[in-house]
């Protein structure tokens, strides 16, 4: 499985930017899809995730202003990004998640890794 994400860049707060994450090859074995990101300094923190068949998932503090959907025929998760603020700034990663689509925070739980997509939102 491949993950290619895109969309990211330069925003200001209060803005909104669109995230997009394609998956090729063996996507079928996925279970759910998601975002990680990673701020300077701080450790990867989940961000959303979303499985087949449409059930989402939120950390809080993104819940209200990110809305995450996916597009099964095209193998493609979308992570809509509202009210950005610059506590958002970080680069956004593309996961997937094999076996089970339970709600996961944990890094070791997702077993593929997109390269990843910066957001920078400026105040």
């Known amino acids: 499985v491949q993950l290619q994400a895109s969309g990211g860049g330069l925003v200001q707060a209060g803005g909104s930017l669109r995230l997009s994450c394609a998956g090729s090859?063996?996507?079928?074995?996925?279970?759910?899809m998601g975002w990680f990101r990673q701020a300077p300094g701080k450790e990867r923190e989940a961000v959303a995730a979303?499985?087949?068949?449409?059930?989402?998932h939120y950390v809080d503090s993104v819940k209200g202003r990110f809305t995450i959907s996916i597009d099964n025929a095209k193998n493609t998760v979308y992570l809509q990004m509202n009210s950005l603020k610059p506590e958002d700034t970080a680069h956004y990663y593309c996961?997937?998640?094999?076996?089970?689509?339970?709600?996961?925070?944990?890094?070791?739980?997702?077993?593929?890794w997109g390269q990843g997509t910066q957001v920078t939102v400026s105040s």
């Open positions: 979303i499985s087949w068949s449409g059930i989402t």
């Open positions: 090859g063996r996507t079928f074995s996925l279970s759910a």
């Open positions: 996961v997937g998640k094999k076996y089970d689509s339970s709600w996961s925070t944990r890094v070791e739980d997702y077993h593929y």
